[in-house]
């Protein structure tokens, strides 16, 4: 069900107005009508980025803890919001450290895979020839284009094919023209050996920049969920003054809000003790009234469902105790197995006793739907993808199965309840909005598919009825 809601202004003196807000942080029960954009203020949109940053980190983290087995998190450090920037920028900082190694480190595995076509050799042997004159040149070219000739113009020396490709070099005296069809590769400034001895550096270090995260990550995961709370904090205080309207030269503030009607009076109790002024106000057609959805243990694990599409209008029914017995049903029918849905009611069972308890609800949703498709699997006699009707030990009962034939009847009786039931309620929501008069029609529909089923059912079930 929508919680009925109560419509309320405030007026409080500018000197008063901190502690006022203050004392409706510790009732936690209005939530104040915006009037003002918070995309036009540069604050609010500030604290907005700010918690975006703070969120990435969290996952990051969360990741990280997750990579590794009984991780104990270190208690929450309570951080001003220039020391908690200073962590957050601390973090990113490591962050961009690890994609340029990594960076680096793809560049040196290409150098490495490049030069061990050419084989290890030292550049200083390279430097000693170049000071006795000679110029030692790299040289590529198709293999079906290399010529033999080219090993007594200009000394080349093949080092190696590799994937129709020929790599040669040739040594020659300084100042040589050389005049081949071939092309100078551009090769790493080190050699071999000095290029793994760089990776074998980078790794260490690599390795070392990963367990400062983890590190980091254990012992400040909750010190960052402590500073995004207080953020979300700070954002919700910075909205209401946002929000606030200044009347009187800006010495009385105005503020209008919405409050749970059944905390309405605990409200106005604790407001008067202090002399701060409210009055109840009508809620007018077109007022965006805030939704908060109240429902049963069985209901209530549906509601995600519902916000996926949408909240209903305050005027409106909350739709999730009314579909969610039918969701869990075609559930059932669409899964269609017994043995799967069993499969799915365990693992269900066996995950609620080690995730975090915000999780908990969603597993216990899917134990109601892995029920529904335990019972409509096991009525239709399939189970882990075996017909029940075909094993022996089950034929004294094989007559009662659901047959394809049986179970199109029963999907067309689904079918007539559902919209009956939709007729139903929406006859009641037009009733409780307009008044009785306005839900005769949706309720005559009711009356005729009812009474056309019967006219047409009850003699398929040998039931005569009167001519009349």
Not at 175 to 204: V, Y
Not at 272 to 290: L, M, S, T
Not at 317 to 338: E, K, Q, R
Not at 360 to 384: N, R
Request: a neutral charge; charged letters at 25%; hydrophobic letters at 45%.
């Amino acid at each position: 069900m929508i919680v009925k809601m109560s419509k309320y202004a405030f007026m409080v003196y500018h000197r008063e107005y901190d502690t006022f807000l203050a004392q409706l942080r510790e009732l936690g029960v209005v939530h104040v009508k915006e009037n003002k954009s918070i995309l036009d203020n540069a604050e609010l949109q500030d604290i907005l980025a700010i918690r975006k940053r703070v969120n990435l980190l969290m996952r990051f983290f969360k990741n990280l803890n997750s990579q590794s087995k009984d991780v104990q998190l270190a208690p929450a450090r309570e951080l001003d919001k220039k020391a908690g920037m200073k962590l957050v920028q601390k973090i990113e900082g490591l962050q961009d450290k690890k994609v340029q190694l990594q960076s680096v480190k793809a560049s040196l595995e290409k150098d490495i895979a490049y030069m061990e076509i050419w084989g290890d050799f030292s550049w200083a042997n390279f430097n000693r020839l170049k000071k006795a004159g000679y110029d030692i040149t790299f040289w590529t070219c198709p293999t079906a284009k290399y010529e033999p000739k080219w090993g007594d113009e200009y000394n080349a020396v093949l080092i190696n094919n590799f994937q129709s490709v020929t790599y040669f070099v040739t040594i020659t005296k300084e100042g040589t023209h050389i005049d081949i069809d071939a092309e100078r590769p551009k090769m790493p400034d080190r050699g071999l050996q000095k290029l793994n001895a760089r990776l074998d550096l980078l790794q260490q270090e690599m390795k070392a920049l990963d367990a400062e995260m983890k590190k980091l990550a254990a012992s400040d995961y909750n010190t960052l969920d402590l500073f995004d709370k207080n953020l979300q904090n700070e954002f919700n205080l910075s909205n209401v003054l946002v929000q606030t309207d200044r009347q009187a030269g800006e010495k009385l503030m105005l503020l209008e809000g919405w409050v749970p009607t059944e905390k309405a009076q605990a409200m106005e109790e604790a407001l008067e003790k202090d002399n701060y002024f409210y009055q109840a106000q009508e809620i007018e057609e077109g007022d965006k009234v805030p939704i908060l959805l109240k429902n049963g243990k069985f209901a209530k694990l549906y509601e995600p469902i519902t916000r996926m599409f949408s909240l209903p209008n305050y005027g409106e029914f909350d739709p999730t105790p009314f579909f969610a017995p039918f969701f869990m049903l075609f559930f059932g029918l669409c899964f269609g197995d017994g043995g799967y849905g069993l499969l799915v009611m365990i693992a269900c069972t066996i995950l609620k006793r080690k995730v975090n308890p915000d999780f908990k609800p969603f597993l216990s949703l899917f134990q109601y739907l892995g029920l529904a498709a335990l019972i409509v699997g096991t009525c239709t006699g399939s189970f882990f993808g075996i017909a029940l009707v075909d094993i022996p030990a089950f034929a004294s009962v094989k007559d009662y199965f659901v047959s394809s034939d049986n179970l199109m009847t029963f999907s067309i009786i689904i079918g007539l309840v559902q919209i009956l039931f939709g007729k139903t309620i929406a006859a009641l929501k037009i009733m409780s909005q307009k008044g009785k008069k306005y839900g005769i029609a949706p309720l005559a529909w009711v009356f005729i598919i009812l009474a056309l089923c019967l006219v047409f059912g009850l003699p398929m079930l040998n039931v005569q009825l009167p001519e009349m």
